[in-house]
């Protein structure tokens, strides 16, 4: 969420950033927010003039009263309490604009950094850099969920039946892998300086509303029926809803915290849920990393999160690449992002397994988060996020890159000590 101040004072710039973003249909909300900022603004003048006349004039009717003037004394009351009530009216109407203009305010999205490539979506995100060499094996591939069967590892039929389409169960040695894995991406994460965090899985409607834009919440978010608790579709929502309502001394700034979460996530929209295999599903597990810093050092905190992705997939024999996210593929809140995506040999091209974005101060605006600087004013930090590793989907690229042509799997040797030594899983099918 912007600044009013900023959209009051730069309109044309905010409307050229949506422009940017091909929301062409938002243009009107920039004039509408402005007009209710106005007429706030007026309310408030208008108010303060009448406490201040109403002050002046009730010790003027003391005046009178002392004086014994009491058809003047009462004719001032009069007007007093015709002031009181106009006050009251204003008040009431003054709640009503700030609703108003909050929610128009909660719809425009945030300026993009000058860096972030214009496209109208993600077929039009840039690939900026490849991180080891794409392999095509010379056997087939198999589709992970076939991968999986093989090691008696998985059962979408029975998840099917106990809780619909997008469920699965994870069994055996595909189950400790996956287990592994997380635990892997936690302590490289706390080697990095990270202080590990296992968050609630459940957060107020406040919260959801602070950290994602209204779009991205009907999409995703799983409320709790007759409460005011979602499901939380990432951990990075209760990580940076931590912070709401409060002033953060800034001497604890960096604030680096690495969390462990289920996610639950609705998928509607043009993707939808895959029926047959893990890569888009309702619940999955995941390993994030959040960042809240100083605005200044921002973009060196995105640069070296999205870096930190890389060099995970990388410890595990997985070629990556990272493609910058276009303005149009960007989530309303967002500064800058880009994905990190993983090779996959059996498709032969790459698919997202980690995003890493910087929020700028919108989340901390929204949140009401604020850092207390040396010299005793007060700013807004940036907030950071990005995934470390989001099975099962990463389990899809684990498993491809590191198949060998008898149908065993390699592991790699970071994994080995989460794998009770186990340096080859092979198949019991």
Known sequence: MLDIKFVRENPEAVKENIRKKFQDHRLPLVDQAIALDAENRAIKQEVEDLRAKRNRLSKEIGKLMGQKKREEAEAVKAEVSADGARIDELSAREREVVEELRKVMLQIPNIIDPSVPI???DSENVEVERFGEPKVPNFPIPYHT???????GIDMDAAGRVSGNGFYYLLGDIARLH???I?????FMIDKGFTYCIPPFMIHGNVVEGVMSQTDMDAMMYKIEGEDLYLIGTSEHSMIGKFIDQMIPEESLPQTLTSYSPCFR?????HGIEERGVYRIH?????????????EDSMKWYEQMWRYSVELFR??????????CCSGDLADLKVKSCDIEAWSPRQQKYFEVCSCSNRGDAQARRLKMRVKGADGRTYLPHTLNNTVVAPPRMLIAFLENNLQPDGSVLIPKVLQPYMGGTERLVPKK
């Not at 635990?183 to 302590?187: G, H």
Request: net charge negative; glycine share 4%.
């Open 315 to 324: 410890s595990m024999d997985i070629p990556v690449r990272q493609l910058e």
């Open 119 to 121: 496209g109208k979506d």
């Open 183 to 187: 635990a892997y991406a936690r302590d």
């Open 266 to 270: 609705k998928e509607k929209g043009a």
């Open 283 to 295: 619940q999955f597990e995941k390993q994030e990393m959040i960042v809240v810093c100083r605005p």
């Open 146 to 152: 076939e991968i999986m069967e093989s090691f008696d």
């Open 179 to 181: 287990e592994a894995v």
